[in-house]
């Protein structure tokens, strides 16, 4: 005989057996399926369960209602609605590939369960709406973005999404049911049965998954980041090194170069070497010396560390309450970056030479770290 342990309120809230207490059985409930009205029955002997006062309805038509109620429950109630689904990363270049031992368990041919928050996509789930011509059972969908395109939850008992439907193209999570317990089951792709030829719809029919997902995007191209590193003139020529994170990454970094640009060094943006991020400022400015590019800055220049300058410095006035200038003598090194242009400075430096042992010094403390260099002819 058939059980069932969850019921609605007067309120449409869906109550379940273990939240009935002797003092509210004579509340009214009604069934989830058809509506019709139901007793709650806290026996000794059985189960406790809700029955029908009147005519049984269908098992199936339960099964469906309560899972589309408990899914828009989920998705309504909750700060998270998680869903996790198999895709695979895959690099035709990866062979031989500097970066590949860098990544160790993030290869760059991989399947990997990725975990999406769908609040953060969508803020409406509507029930029984009709999109494209098909009739979801729950859709979720965004007001704030209304280009964005919505995405079908499904739930089946005995009849699968038709074809029609999945060869629609509209992304649909279908949960298969079979109990009661099963409509609050994660939305989490089994790997099993992942990998078949149609990287959207993946899946062997003769042996369907309890959560499925389709036409979600499966195959992605590795396309690991980088960050760059360039030398070029300034509008008043001095050649200076910059750094910047833009669209750099592993797969384009032979033909992407800046306009500008006279001599480029790229490493990829996740790296750490001897358990820190490498400088790329400090590690592109040595290799571009040592590539014979004559950029220059204070800080890698040989007599940095015994250089005096005549340094004009702003200071309170305390007689007046104002600024004043002061002339002072003082050592290169004790003035920080963002209070001299120490690129223009050592470029007009007629004593300039760059520190070989440092660069040297740099470039071996970093002899693991790979990169791409680029020079123009």
């Known amino acids: 005989m058939i059980t069932f342990h969850n019921a609605t309120d007067t309120d449409g809230r869906i109550i379940h057996i273990d939240e009935v207490t002797k003092e509210n059985r004579a ?11 139901m007793s709650a029955v806290l026996g000794d002997k059985r189960e406790h369960h809700f029955r029908h006062k009147e005519a049984h309805c269908s098992w199936e038509s339960y099964l469906h209602k309560l899972g589309k109620m408990r899914l828009k429950q989920r998705f309504d109630t909750q700060k998270e609605f998680v869903v996790k689904y198999y895709v695979e990363h895959h690099c035709d270049k990866s062979k031989g590939c500097k970066l590949e031992p860098i990544y160790r368990d ?3 041919n991989r399947r990997e369960l990725i975990a999406i928050d769908l609040k953060k996509l969508f803020d409406t789930c509507e029930e029984e709406v009709t999109y494209k011509g098909f009739r979801a059972d729950l859709m979720l969908s965004s007001k704030e973005h209304p280009e964005r395109e919505p995405i079908f ?3 089946s008992v005995t009849h699968d999404c038709e074809p029609e439907k999945l060869a629609s193209g509209i992304q649909i999570i279908e949960l298969k049911i079979a109990d009661e317990k099963d409509v609050l089951r994660p939305l989490v792709e089994e790997d099993s049965l992942f990998g078949r030829t149609n990287p959207e719809n993946p899946y062997d029919f003769n042996a369907l998954p309890p959560i499925r997902f389709f036409n979600f995007k499966r195959k992605f191209e590795t396309a690991r980041p980088l960050e760059r590193f360039w030398v070029a003139p300034d509008d008043n020529g001095v050649l200076r090194g ?3 994170q833009d669209n750099l990454n592993c797969r384009n970094v032979t033909g992407n170069h800046r306009e500008d640009s006279l001599y480029e060094v790229a490493i990829p943006s996740e790296v750490v070497v001897n358990n820190r991020k490498p400088n790329l400022y400090e590690f592109g400015m040595t290799k571009a010396v040592n590539a014979g590019i ?6 890698i220049c040989d007599k940095h560390g015994r250089c005096v300058l005549n ?4 200071v309170e006035d305390k007689r007046t309450g104002g600024k004043r200038v002061v002339p ?3 050592w290169m090194h004790q003035i920080p970056d963002n209070k001299m242009d120490k690129v223009a400075q050592a470029s007009g430096c007629k004593n300039y030479s760059h520190n070989r042992f440092f660069v040297y010094q740099v470039l071996n403390n970093l002899r693991s770290l790979p990169y791409w260099e680029w020079k123009r002819e």
């Not at 509340?27 to 009205?37: A, F, I, L």
């Open 153 to 155: 939850l499904e739930i």
């Open 294 to 299: 004559d950029v220059r800055h204070c800080g």
């Open 328 to 330: 002072r003598r003082i």
């Open 311 to 314: 340094y004009n410095e702003e």
């Open 106 to 108: 993030k290869k760059c």
């Open 242 to 244: 910059n750094c910047t």
């Open 27 to 37: 509340e009214h409930y009604y069934c989830v399926g058809c509506g019709g009205e």
